[in-house]
């Protein structure tokens, strides 16, 4: 079956810290790739998305780049703000029929001033 | 558009009362969904729907019941509310095809306390 496996947090950065997110994911054919932020007492909401492999999602400074040879879809940030600080979760829906989205456990971001 | 929205935000229930979650979108979505949030365990699908009248099993589905009468509507039913079912409870939306977007539409979610 599919999965998503990430990283285990929570991350603790100081502002202006690089921040990279660790994502893999298992699926067959070409699953399009997900990175959801969810803020404190919120919601899910979507960061940013690629669907075909060597696409680069990229919003509010985020960046992820589908890596097909390495199914892999590492969220990544130059400069992280203290505003930043919320829980991301890489997700994956696989290509075919399907439309249940596979999500992994999530990942806790803690920025310091 | 609205999104998704969800009411209550938050709910205090007794053991073994039961009640109805809210979910509605605007966006004339095909596919909505609920999940439940416990720290440490990530989101596990509960109930899923592909159209009015059409729902199936999640992973966590006992204890719940949906209906989807019609697009826009997808409510929760706790049938008899237990402690373990102390959690917040998401609803999310989107398009079945995978060409109109893939990605997920998510309420605010409902903060549930059983006592």
């Known amino acids: 079956g599919n999965s998503v496996t990430q990283m285990e947090g929570p991350v603790t950065l100081s502002e202006e810290a690089f921040l990279t997110i660790n994502c893999t994911y298992t699926a067959t054919g070409y699953p399009s790739l997900f990175w959801y932020v969810q803020y404190p007492g919120e919601g899910l909401q979507l960061l940013l998305k690629a669907t075909k492999a060597d696409d680069k999602g990229s919003n509010k400074g985020f960046e992820a780049t589908y890596r097909k040879e390495t199914t892999s879809f590492h969220l990544e940030k130059g400069s992280v703000q203290v505003s930043d600080s919320a829980v991301y979760f890489c997700?994956?829906?696989?290509?075919?029929?399907?439309?249940?989205?596979?999500f992994g456990r999530g990942t806790s971001l803690i920025v310091h001033p | 558009n609205a999104g998704v929205t969800q009411t209550p935000k938050f709910q205090v229930l007794k053991t073994g009362q039961s009640m109805t979650l809210q979910c509605a979108q605007d966006?004339?979505?095909?596919?909505m969904s609920w999940y439940r949030q416990d720290p440490g365990m990530g989101l596990r699908l509960i109930h899923y729907?592909?159209?009015?009248?059409?729902?199936d099993q999640g992973e966590v589905p006992n204890g719940y019941n949906v209906s989807r009468s019609t697009t826009e509507d997808f409510p929760l039913r706790l049938l008899s509310a237990a402690p373990s079912q102390t959690s917040v409870y998401f609803c999310?939306?989107?398009?079945?095809?995978?060409?109109?977007?893939?990605?997920?539409?998510f309420g605010p979610g409902t903060r549930l306390t059983v006592t």
């Open positions: 729907s592909v159209g009015a009248g059409i729902t």
């Open positions: 997700a994956l829906r696989a290509s075919g029929g399907s439309y249940i989205p596979t």
């Open positions: 966006m004339n979505h095909e596919y």
């Open positions: 999310a939306s989107s398009y079945v095809s995978r060409d109109r977007g893939g990605e997920q539409y």
